[in-house]
């Protein structure tokens, strides 16, 4: 298995450009995520997703898009980038659990610089 | 809401002291608890989980305890090494969020020789 597989690993971008994150996993996991590593700030969480064609917001989701066609796909939109998108993007996934223990697996994540 | 709150860092330490960093969390009900690891430009790793109060999750040498009535989890390891320099960030899920996760804001451990 491959796990959680993010592309690409580094981006730079120029305000204003538009572009997608892609982020896959083969663990057949209902539930995916994504975040953003900023310093001194911890991940916080963008969008997430319980399944397929579900989607939520989380913690930080203005200026990004995200949809889940299939289980095993979760891209991250950046609608029209700006400085303060500059960050490293995780994606994460997890399975479901009748105790409601959910332990996450993590991609390796994306370097994106907006200038 | 849930918030988890670490201590500040950098931590700076010799080869083979020991290791605390703290940890306390503010939740509804019962969350689970975790300890996740980033070595240097790599993703998180799950170091270790506790589900419940009194549980004790360790791997590698590294250990935290489940204290509800502190509302603590706190990371220890008694003789740290150069290869355990990395970020180490708290966090917690509990199960009305479907494992979307909670965090810390990290802290920076470097390990001299």
């Known amino acids: 298995n491959a796990g959680v597989t993010q592309t690409p690993k580094f981006q730079v971008l120029k305000t204003g450009q538009s572009m997608t994150l892609q982020c896959a996993q083969d663990?057949?996991?209902?539930?995916m995520s994504w975040y953003r590593q900023d310093p001194g700030m911890g991940l916080r969480l963008i969008h997430y997703?319980?399944?397929?064609?579900?989607?939520d917001q989380g913690e930080v989701p203005n200026g990004y898009n995200v949809s889940r066609s299939t289980t095993e796909d979760f891209p991250l939109r950046l609608l029209s980038a700006a400085p303060s998108q500059t960050s490293v993007y995780f994606c994460?996934?997890?399975?479901?659990?009748?105790?409601?223990?959910?332990?996450?697996?993590f991609g390796p994540g994306t370097r994106l610089t907006v200038t | 809401g849930n918030s988890v709150t670490q201590m500040e860092g950098p931590v700076t330490l010799s080869e083979e002291a020991f290791l605390t960093i703290n940890c306390t969390y503010t939740?509804?009900?019962?969350?689970?608890l975790f300890w996740y690891v980033q070595y240097p430009g790599e993703g998180l790793q799950l170091l270790l989980k506790?589900?419940?109060?009194?549980d004790k999750g360790s791997n590698k040498g590294f250990e935290a305890t489940y204290r509800k009535e502190t509302t603590s989890f706190h990371l220890e390891k008694g003789s740290v090494q150069v290869s355990d320099s990395a970020v180490y960030f708290c966090?917690?899920?509990?199960?009305?969020?479907?494992?979307?996760?909670?965090f810390g804001q990290g802290t920076i451990l470097t390990v001299h020789p």
């Open positions: 506790a589900t419940k109060a009194d």
């Open positions: 997703s319980v399944g397929a064609g579900i989607t």
């Open positions: 966090a917690l899920s509990d199960y009305t969020s479907y494992g979307k996760l909670t």
């Open positions: 939740a509804t009900g019962y969350p689970s």
């Open positions: 663990m057949n996991h209902e539930y």
């Open positions: 994460a996934s997890s399975s479901g659990s009748a105790s409601g223990i959910y332990e996450q697996y």
